[in-house]
T-cell receptor, first 110, second 116 residues
Framework: GQQVMQIPQYQHVQEGEDFTTYCNSS?????IQWYKQRPGGHPVFLIQ?????EVKKQKRLTFQFGEAKKNSSLHITATQTTDVGTYFC??????????FGKGTRLSVIA | DAGVTQSPTHLIKTRGQQVTLRCSPK?????VSWYQQALGQGPQFIFQ???????QRGNFPDRFSGHQFPNYSSELNVNALLLGDSALYLC???????????????FGPGTRLTVT
């Protein structure tokens, strides 16, 4: 079945440094969604990408969807302590349930 | 505007017992999905309900069953609990006929189930 892999598993950065997490699917995706889960919290929807090569920005966050629609990335510029949490990608393929990656846990050292 | 609510917040059960978890979707949403999230893992899809019917199901045994009521709220039932069922159970609601690719999902706070 479809698998979604995320790297790295953990990332520790100094406040102000940039951060990137990568998501790779074993199959071509219809769309990809990104979620953020704060420690002790629940996943919160960030964005959805559907077009090949799509790039979307939300303030300091930049999301990309690969040309082949099998990979995606989330880049955070100048991290802040409020960025702490686990970032999940979730891939959709046709009329099948979203498959979540294991997430990248971001720690920001002030 | 109330978001997704779940009850109870925490639950401790013994192996072999049965448990029922409850979820009320975000106002205006008609589709409810249930996920299991083990510690350090991403959410795993259990099943989805729309129009009071199970529309899609993930790779979970029949011990996991559910129900959706006319007011769109939903229950997740797990029978014959195993130690491995210990996890955070998340309910997510969305607007739409169960198409995974189209709709963002709003997650509830989850129910933390511990099986001893």
């Amino acid at each position: 079945g479809q698998q979604v892999m995320q790297i790295p598993q953990y990332q520790h950065v100094q406040e102000g440094e940039d951060f990137t997490t990568y998501c790779n699917s074993s199959t071509t995706l219809s769309n990809i969604q990104w979620y953020k889960q704060r420690p002790g919290g629940h996943p919160v929807f960030l964005i959805q990408l559907v077009k090949s090569g799509e790039v979307k920005k939300q303030k300091r966050l930049t999301f990309q969807f690969g040309e082949a629609k099998k990979n995606s990335s989330l880049h955070i510029t100048a991290t802040q302590t409020t960025d702490v949490g686990t970032y999940f990608c979730a891939g959709g393929s046709g009329n099948t349930p979203l498959v979540f990656g294991k997430g990248t846990r971001l720690s920001v050292i002030a | 505007d109330a978001g997704v609510t779940q009850s109870p917040t925490h639950l401790i059960k013994t192996r072999g017992q049965q448990v029922t978890l409850r979820c009320s979707p975000k106002s205006g949403h008609d589709t409810v999905s249930w996920y299991q999230q083990a510690l350090g893992q991403g959410p795993q899809f259990i099943f989805q309900y729309y129009e009071e019917e199970e529309r899609q199901r993930g790779n979970f045994p029949d011990r996991f069953s559910g129900h959706q009521f006319p007011n769109y709220s939903s229950e997740l039932n797990v029978n014959a609990l195993l130690l491995g069922d210990s996890a955070l159970y998340l309910c997510a609601s969305s607007l739409g006929p169960g198409l995974a690719y189209s709709y963002e999902q709003y997650f509830g706070p989850g129910t933390r189930l511990t099986v001893t």
